[in-house]
């Protein structure tokens, strides 16, 4: 197999969150959980990744502004100790002017994102449970624009959201706003189980590209989608960074209990979790060399794996993503998967991957 360097890792400061989305994959709680790791196990876990060649570091949850003293804490120990550049994720909601004052917290990544789960504040709100979520995200995207941050807005269309966005759009463009990322909702977490009613349709898909592409050229406005978002939505821009999936071949998800998982989209899917930090002493290359999941998945993407060549479901997999054919797939195919099923891929190991 090739050599793998653990290039981007993604990992969860806390398990809190002042919203309840419909669709985390997080699953993210209001109150504090006992076994969310700390700040120094934190800093113990990154610094064995910069030995494995960490080059990027992104800081989520949860929503990361709940403890902003934890956030900056491990941003400002990425920047001095490890000498990574940084990015973060946020709902938008808790964002102040006093974060993105030179010097403060904000100020600390290169990439900052607000997601938006719809156009408009009904529909967004829906989403989040929680009124007025829509007003607080833009209000949190306009302070961290006008602050001359770099900021990055996403969307993440869903049924009956998809032709919305279309009238948000120049709304952005009027606050400063200058990327904008499509994400596909991805079968994990909360989503796994309202997936099929909350996935947008085809048709949906395709006005809502269509939508961002002409708002793209119109307002000048970077459209841009990762590689698992472009394979139903394949004429928007390349993603730095995602020309093909990436999951588990130089990145990995680490949620805020120590669950390690190929990438993101993964982190809300059981069946991909590679181990647990905590349990196994925080030895991480463990985990990144020696994973059967992990190895499987690497496996699937170089069409290495027999046992997938006969089965109807292997260009969700092989030539698209492994989240989706996980969290879609039927029962009877589940039992003859090896992603889904231990003993089928203990099968496939202990014969074809040395």
Not at 35 to 41: C, G, P, Q, Y
Request: with cysteine; proline share 4%.
């Amino acid at each position: 197999m090739p050599s793998y360097v653990l290039e981007h890792i993604d990992i969860e400061v806390n398990h809190r969150c002042n919203l309840a989305c419909r669709h985390c994959s997080a699953r993210a709680v209001k109150g504090r959980t006992p076994d969310e790791l700390t700040i120094e196990e934190i800093k113990e876990i990154l610094s064995k990744a910069k030995k494995l060649g960490l080059r990027k570091v992104g800081l989520t949850g949860g929503e990361p502004l709940v403890d902003v003293p934890k956030l900056e804490a491990i941003a400002r120990f990425c920047i001095n100790e490890l000498e990574v550049p940084l990015h973060t994720h946020t709902n938008g909601t808790m964002v102040t002017e006093d974060m993105c004052r030179v010097g403060e917290v904000l100020t600390l990544f290169e990439s900052i994102s607000v997601t938006f789960l719809a156009g408009d504040a009904e529909a967004h709100d829906y989403m989040t449970k929680f009124r007025g979520s829509f007003e607080k995200a833009f209000r949190g995207a306009e302070i961290i624009a006008k602050a001359g941050l770099p900021l990055t807005c996403y969307y993440i269309p869903t049924h009956g959201t998809c032709k919305g966005y279309k009238d948000l759009t120049p709304k952005l463009r009027d606050i400063g706003v200058k990327r904008i990322r499509a994400m596909a909702l991805a079968p994990s977490g909360r989503a796994r189980h309202i997936y099929g009613e909350t996935a947008p349709l085809d048709d949906e898909l395709r006005e809502f590209e269509k939508d961002l592409l002409e708002a793209g050229s119109q307002l000048g406005i970077q459209m841009e989608a990762g590689y698992c978002t472009r394979l139903s939505m394949h004429r928007l821009a390349v993603l730095n960074g995602h020309e093909k999936c990436m999951s588990g071949i130089n990145r990995v998800h680490i949620n805020s209990k120590g669950d390690v998982f190929p990438c993101t989209a993964a982190s809300g899917v059981k069946e991909l979790r590679l181990g647990n930090l905590k349990k196994n002493g925080f030895h991480l290359e463990d985990l990144w060399f020696s994973s059967e999941i992990i190895k499987l998945i690497r496996e699937i993407h170089n069409g290495g794996i027999s046992a997938c060549a006969k089965c109807s479901r292997k260009p969700k997999c092989r030539a698209g993503c492994t989240v989706n054919a996980c969290g879609t797939m039927s029962e009877e195919t589940r039992l003859m998967c090896p992603l889904t099923n231990s003993r089928v891929r203990s099968a496939i190991f202990s014969c074809h991957v040395s």
